[in-house]
């Protein structure tokens, strides 16, 4: 009933820069937090940064100067804007959001299926 779609991964050299985006779509009544996580090869996921219904963000320390979360809520879409990239995000990106869909009693967490981001020279 809810799909999340990722989109804007790829590979990009140490230094350089990538934008994330998060579509939702389905049966959806209202979306609380939309959120990116990450996870490496052998590492579990882990929070990159979140963005709450009602407007206030987190961003991990690790990432904190270098990558921005974004909202439009009149496109259901969370954007991740990652500068000054290094090898260490290097990993898998997922998608997440916290939705309450039509004809589903309450609120559920929803993930998209990933998006590769390669930190390589």
């Known amino acids: 009933q809810v799909q999340l779609v990722e989109s804007g991964g790829g590979l990009v050299q140490p230094g350089g820069s990538l934008r994330l985006s998060c579509a939702a779509s389905?049966?959806?009544?209202?979306?609380?937090?939309m959120a990116w996580y990450r996870q490496g090869p052998g590492i579990q996921r882990d929070l990159v940064a979140r963005?709450?219904?009602?407007?206030?963000?987190n961003i991990a320390d690790s990432v904190k100067g270098r990558f921005t979360i974004s909202r439009d809520n009149a496109k259901n879409t969370v954007y991740l804007q990652m500068s000054s990239l290094k090898p260490e995000d290097t990993a898998v990106y997922y998608c997440?959001?916290?939705?309450?869909?039509?004809?589903?009693?309450?609120?559920?967490?929803?993930w998209g299926q990933g998006t590769q981001v390669t930190v390589s020279s």
């Open positions: 389905g049966s959806i009544l209202s979306i609380h937090t």
């Open positions: 997440y959001a916290d939705v309450v869909a039509s004809g589903l009693y309450g609120q559920r967490g929803y």
């Open positions: 963005f709450t219904s009602g407007g206030s963000t």
